[in-house]
């Protein structure tokens, strides 16, 4: 008869909350903390270090949702982005994914999440209020929806551009095509399709 393996309640709990973060499984979990284990001083006490510091020390920022250190966050409270414009993303991730491009010099706007009938989120579920009394600012111009493109996200950008109607300010969408550097062939239906639709002048 097959026993599950036990490696001791605190190991075990380690494992255990090892595997509920994203793209660890049970096995992946087990390595991880094997990996700890062997290396305390050099990885474990560190990141038991860190850890600590970030609960104590990190919150979202009461104005976009931005996790810093500072309330309002860096972004928000630095003289040398553009305050005008608004960019609307769906995590924090996002944010960090367009502060890596370095092409963007805006504010920024973490919904929190996409609107979703299925897992239940609403309107109300997500920071879309607080978007709306930034988006009625007289310095804010335009408003940059880039949510993901999939269900969720577009039905969520038709939404917030819906509610932005009486705000008086431009909205605009990131374009949606093919990559730099993609090649037709491996495109998928849906990317051809978006890029057919978001052609422009050249």
């Not at 880039?146 to 819906?162: E, K, R």
């Not at 008086?168 to 730099?180: D, E, I, K, M, Y």
Request: aromatic share 4%; glycine share 8%.
């Amino acid at each position: 008869m097959y026993r599950k393996a036990s490696y001791g309640s605190e190991l075990d709990h380690l494992i255990q909350l090892l595997s509920k973060l994203p793209g660890l499984g049970p096995r992946s979990a087990r390595r991880a903390a094997l990996q700890l284990i062997k290396r305390k001083d050099s990885i474990m006490r560190p990141l038991s270090t860190a850890l600590a510091e970030v609960a104590e020390h990190v919150n979202p920022c009461s104005n976009c949702g931005n996790l810093d250190t500072i309330d309002p966050c860096h972004i928000c409270s630095s003289e040398k982005r553009d305050g005008t414009i608004i960019c609307v993303i769906e995590d924090v991730a996002d944010l960090w994914a367009l502060e890596r491009a370095g092409s963007y010099s805006g504010k920024y706007h973490v919904l929190g999440g996409t609107l979703s009938a299925l897992d239940g989120v609403g309107p109300d579920d997500l920071n879309i209020i607080s978007l709306i009394e930034r988006a009625n600012k007289d310095i804010v111009t335009e408003v940059i929806i880039a949510t993901n493109a999939t269900v969720d996200g577009q039905t969520t950008a038709h939404y917030i551009t819906d509610r932005l109607k009486n705000c008086h300010v431009a909205v605009t969408r990131l374009a949606h095509g093919v990559p730099v550097g993609g090649e037709l062939d491996y495109l998928d239906d849906g990317t051809l399709t978006a890029a057919l639709k978001s052609r422009r002048p050249f």
